[in-house]
């Protein structure tokens, strides 16, 4: 089916119709339906691996958990890409979640509207499962005013905004949680998912080391420089590194302490 014409007195670039003429031709080419685009081979190794999801709460299934459970699990099992589970406020949905995770073994990502419903998530997921990694990433700006330009008054007024401390240490753990371990459930709300970057550009800022290894203090100093570690022998904060004679203490983007 040809793509539909565009409105009279509309021109519609020729680029357009390429591309969606491009898209239909290469539909029946995909391996699967399943294929991700833009995704090359990827050649480091989980280093923490994982523990298996096990649910801790005294709650057990009751009414209709019972069947709602196995029923999604079946569906996943089956490569169901949609189901939908619907209930009222406080009828255990975030417990029937937790259920189909320690069911499926599979990591997950609950996506949440808001900061407010993601951070009562966090706190429920968490409390399921304290022994796997449950992580939270939201925006991190506690306050933020794009630029603009008031042509009225011909007024510029310039961004703003201020960063959230403890919010940027989360998401840096979620990123790093996802990158070395097998059982993480991150927490999110809808926005972070805009100007993540790709897993590539991340994992190519980071270097190896390995206990009994020979390393260069000063190699090590500008590896972490080149990857925006500042280095402060004073004030030995997150995002810092310090250097005595030749030991080097480097202090994690995502440590809490």
Same mark, same amino acid.
């Given at each position: 089916?040809?793509?539909?014409?565009?409105?009279?007195?509309?021109?519609?670039?020729?680029?357009?119709?390429?591309?969606?003429?491009?898209?239909?031709?290469?539909?029946?080419?995909?391996?699967?339906?399943?294929?991700?685009?833009?995704?090359?081979?990827?050649?480091?190794?989980?280093?923490?691996?994982?523990?298996?999801?096990?649910?801790?709460?005294?709650?057990?299934?009751?009414?209709?958990?019972?069947?709602?459970?196995?029923?999604?699990?079946?569906?996943?099992?089956?490569?169901?890409?949609?189901?939908?589970?619907?209930?009222?406020?406080?009828?255990?949905?975030?417990?029937?979640?937790?259920?189909?995770?320690?069911?499926?073994?599979?990591?997950?990502?609950?996506?949440?509207?808001?900061?407010?419903?993601?951070?009562?998530?966090?706190?429920?997921?968490?409390?399921?499962?304290?022994?796997?990694?449950?992580?939270? @990433?939201?925006?991190?700006?506690?306050?933020?005013?794009?630029?603009?330009?008031? =042509?009225?008054?011909?007024?510029?007024?310039?961004?703003?905004?201020?960063?959230?401390?403890?919010?940027?240490?989360?998401?840096?753990?979620?990123?790093?949680?996802?990158?070395?371990?097998?059982?993480?459930?991150?927490?999110?709300?809808?926005?972070?998912?805009?100007?993540?970057?790709?897993?590539?550009?991340?994992?190519?800022?980071? @270097?190896?080391?390995?206990?009994?290894?020979?390393?260069? =203090?000063?190699?090590?100093?500008?590896?972490?420089?080149?990857?925006?570690?500042?280095?402060?022998?004073?004030? @030995?904060?997150?995002?810092?590194?310090?250097?005595?004679?030749?030991?080097?203490?480097?202090?994690?983007?995502?440590?809490?302490?």
């Amino acid at each position: 089916m040809a793509p539909p014409p565009p409105p009279k007195g509309v021109s519609e670039a020729p680029s357009v119709f390429s591309l969606d003429g491009f898209a239909r031709d290469a539909a029946g080419a995909l391996p699967s339906d399943n294929w991700t685009p833009h995704r090359p081979d990827r050649d480091w190794v989980k280093l923490e691996g994982g523990k298996r999801f096990k649910v801790h709460s005294d709650y057990e299934p009751a009414g209709d958990q019972r069947t709602a459970i196995p029923e999604l699990v079946e569906g996943i099992g089956a490569g169901e890409r949609d189901q939908v589970l619907l209930g009222a406020t406080g009828t255990g949905k975030t417990f029937t979640m937790a259920k189909i995770i320690e069911a499926t073994q599979r990591p997950a990502l609950i996506l949440a509207p808001n900061k407010t419903l993601a951070a009562q998530l966090y706190g429920e997921f968490k409390s399921f499962f304290p022994e796997n990694s449950v992580e939270y @990433f939201v925006s991190y700006y506690d306050y933020y005013q794009p630029e603009a330009y008031v =042509p009225r008054s011909d007024l510029y007024i310039e961004k703003e905004s201020s960063i959230n401390e403890a919010i940027d240490r989360m998401r840096h753990s979620a990123t790093r949680a996802i990158l070395e371990r097998d059982d993480v459930i991150i927490v999110a709300s809808v926005s972070c998912i805009y100007g993540i970057g790709s897993v590539e550009t991340y994992t190519s800022m980071t @270097f190896k080391l390995e206990e009994g290894q020979r390393i260069d =203090p000063r190699a090590v100093a500008e590896q972490l420089v080149a990857n925006q570690y500042t280095r402060n022998d004073m004030n @030995f904060v997150r995002g810092t590194f310090r250097v005595k004679g030749d030991v080097v203490d480097i202090y994690p983007a995502h440590f809490e302490d």
